[in-house]
């Protein structure tokens, strides 16, 4: 089955045809700067009716893949910022019985539905119910891995959790063993026998079904209020789009949000964290995708880009988060750094 590729010069928004990959798998290219109702079709047939957003106006740029195995579908997205929000109207016009289950990779998400919201961090994972509304929150460039099942194969498998959605399933035992199937089993599906893909994709299930069981057994029920988590969502975008200043502290992020910085610390200690040490991971991880995509040429680049202002201390950390020097990760990217 092929979408047809469809332009709009005037909107600059493009769809590329949707490709055969083999072992019943196809790909999808969205690259444009408005129309995000086009966008919102293919999320409407794909997955659920929601109103699609892009709180920056920046150029949307989506890579999906997808494919499915029996009564389950698989997806692999790669996209600009987004936020995505099913409506109670939306639940009561277009009515699914689906549940989705999303793994971050790179990145972060918040999941809001029934009072309670999610923040996920790469590794982490948490399911949604489209009977619901719900609203998806990506603050910046994300990669994510989503599982859309019937509801009645997970009732099945987990009975009593399908009414406790938005609960993170943390990046630690069953929860990681479950993530990193996931992750494998979307990545090397291709390599893996027709005939075995439904039972590997059963044990799948299996797996992930006990990781959220085992997870709402965890659960605290004290857990913050969804205010409180929505303002540190908050918090955390404005940062991500002032990664490049140098000055930027936690009395000025605390000012910028009429916040005192001890309230802003507490924010942050919902995620076990402190504002700079969050501040100072998002900037080399920045820094790390400008190095591998090649948009920056050097080491000194790099770190004055991303509110770096010494470059020793820039080199040290880098080293510290990835285990190699900046100009290591040049040279395995095939650059040379000047």
């Known amino acids: 089955m092929y979408l047809q590729e469809m332009t709009k010069s005037r909107d600059k928004f493009a769809f590329s045809a949707l490709q055969d990959r083999g072992s019943g798998s196809s790909s999808l ?3 444009g700067e408005r129309d995000l109702a086009r966008w919102s079709d293919i999320v409407r047939e794909n997955y659920v009716t929601v109103d699609c957003d892009n709180p920056t106006c920046t150029p949307l740029e989506v890579d999906m893949s997808k494919f499915a195995v029996g009564p389950a579908h698989f997806f692999h997205v790669q996209s600009s910022q987004m936020t995505y929000t099913r409506s109670q109207n939306a639940v009561l016009t277009d009515p699914r019985d689906d ?3 999303t793994l971050v990779k790179k990145g972060m998400m918040a999941i809001e539905q029934r009072g309670r919201v999610a923040m996920l961090q790469p590794g982490e ?3 949604y119910d489209s009977r619901a509304p ?4 990506y603050p910046q460039e994300h990669d994510v891995v989503t599982l859309k099942l019937p509801l009645s194969i997970i009732a099945s498998r987990a009975p009593g959790v399908l009414d406790l959605t938005a609960i993170p399933v943390r990046a630690d035992g069953l929860g990681a063993i479950a993530g990193a199937m996931l992750t494998s089993f979307v990545e090397n599906v ?7 893909r ?4 059963s044990t799948l299930i299996d797996l992930i079904a006990s990781a959220i069981h085992s997870g709402i057994r965890e659960y605290d029920g004290d857990a913050p209020p969804p205010e409180r988590m929505r303002k540190l969502l908050q918090v955390q975008e404005w940062m991500t789009q002032h990664l490049d200043d140098p000055e930027l502290d936690a ?5 910028a ?5 001890r309230t802003l610390t507490r924010l942050f200690a919902l995620e076990g964290t402190t504002p700079i040490r969050w501040l100072n991971r998002r900037r080399l991880d920045a820094a790390h995708r400008a190095i591998t995509s090649g948009s920056v040429s050097s080491v000194t680049e790099a770190c004055f880009a991303f509110g770096f202002n010494e470059v020793t201390h820039f080199g040290r950390s880098f080293r510290r988060q990835y285990g190699l020097r900046p100009s290591d990760l040049f040279v395995r990217s095939g650059q040379s750094s000047n």
């Not at 719900?134 to 929150?137: E, H, S």
């Not at 291709?190 to 075995?196: A, F, W």
């Not at 439904?198 to 994709?201: E, G």
């Open 29 to 31: 290219t969205v690259r």
């Open 99 to 101: 549940l989705q289950i």
């Open 125 to 127: 994972f948490a399911m």
């Open 134 to 137: 719900f609203q998806l929150t």
């Open 190 to 196: 291709g390599q893996i026998d027709v005939g075995q």
């Open 198 to 201: 439904l039972s590997t994709a």
């Open 251 to 255: 009395t000025g992020i605390a000012r």
């Open 257 to 261: 949000h009429g916040l005192t910085t």
